[in-house]
Nanobody, 124 residues
Framework: QVQLVESGGGSVQAGGSLRLSCTSS???????VGWFRQAPGKEREAVAV????????LYADDVKGRFAISQDNAKNTLYLQMNNLKPEDTAMYYC??????????????????WGQGTQVTVSS
């Protein structure tokens, strides 16, 4: 059954904003949550990750100051606010959850849950 559902993607012009949402129906707590993206022909990369039970947050260098990750535990929803979007932000964006991470890359391992992805397209 579907356990992570992303929404909020779309097409915007450079400089615009989007807010991605990822709602979870997982039946247990996941203390490591994050957003990844994958452009055609490129590897999946971490965009923003909350890990070590919320003690640390990672942002990719090229999104620092523009993107913000947050979560509403009461709604089981993870968000990614994306401002000042650039054409190079164009990609499929995925949310991921895992019980625990010591490092953000742990989300790429087994036992992580992934959404189906939402497309973000930024035109110049």
């Amino acid at each position: 059954q579907v356990q992570l559902v992303e929404s909020g993607g779309g097409s915007v012009q450079a400089g615009g904003s989007l807010r991605l949402s990822c709602t979870s129906s997982l039946k247990y707590n996941t203390n490591c949550v994050g957003w990844f993206r994958q452009a055609p022909g490129k590897e999946r990369e971490a965009v923003a990750v909350i890990y070590r039970v919320g003690a640390d947050t990672l942002y990719a260098d090229d999104v620092k100051g523009r993107f913000a990750i947050s979560q509403d535990n009461a709604k089981n929803t993870l968000y990614l606010q994306m401002n000042n979007l650039k054409p190079e932000d164009t990609a499929m964006y995925y949310c991921a959850r895992r019980v625990f991470c010591l490092e953000p890359r742990d989300l790429l391992g087994e036992s992580s849950f992934w959404g189906q992805g939402t497309q973000v397209t930024v035109s110049s």
